[in-house]
């Protein structure tokens, strides 16, 4: 036997121009967000080719990106920049000099 489900309308007054009162959500411990996870990308270029150019790719090949060798590359989260650096070599792994760190509006 099948149920029908039951609806009914939801009325909400205007908020209008309300300004908030109180606490911030944090507060003022910013230190709540410390164990909050995020994916962190660095983006050192872009390029632009067909599949049949990929399809034809050999070892050895290379992909001219978009971008100056002296022009930092952008550290990334979710998508949006958050800083600008330089690559650098720390032991046998990439690193990130930050020369730049992005303004954000509040």
Avoid: C, W
Avoid at 27 to 38: C, I, Q, T, Y
Avoid at 58 to 73: F, G, S
Avoid at 82 to 96: H, K, S, T, W
Wanted: glycine residues 8%; proline residues 5%; charged residues 25%.
């Amino acid at each position: 036997m099948e149920k029908t489900a039951r609806t009914q309308q939801l009325d909400y007054p205007e908020l209008g121009t309300h300004v908030p009162t109180g606490q911030p959500v944090l507060g003022n411990n910013p230190a709540l967000l410390d164990s909050v996870k995020v994916r962190l990308s660095v983006v050192v270029g872009q390029a632009e080719t067909t599949l049949g150019e990929l399809m034809g790719l050999k070892e050895a090949a290379v992909l001219k990106i978009d971008r100056h060798v002296e022009q930092p590359v952008d550290v990334m989260i979710n998508g949006e920049v958050v800083a600008r650096g330089q690559l650098v070599a720390v032991d046998d792994n990439f690193g990130i000099r930050i020369t730049e760190v992005a303004s954000f509006k509040a």
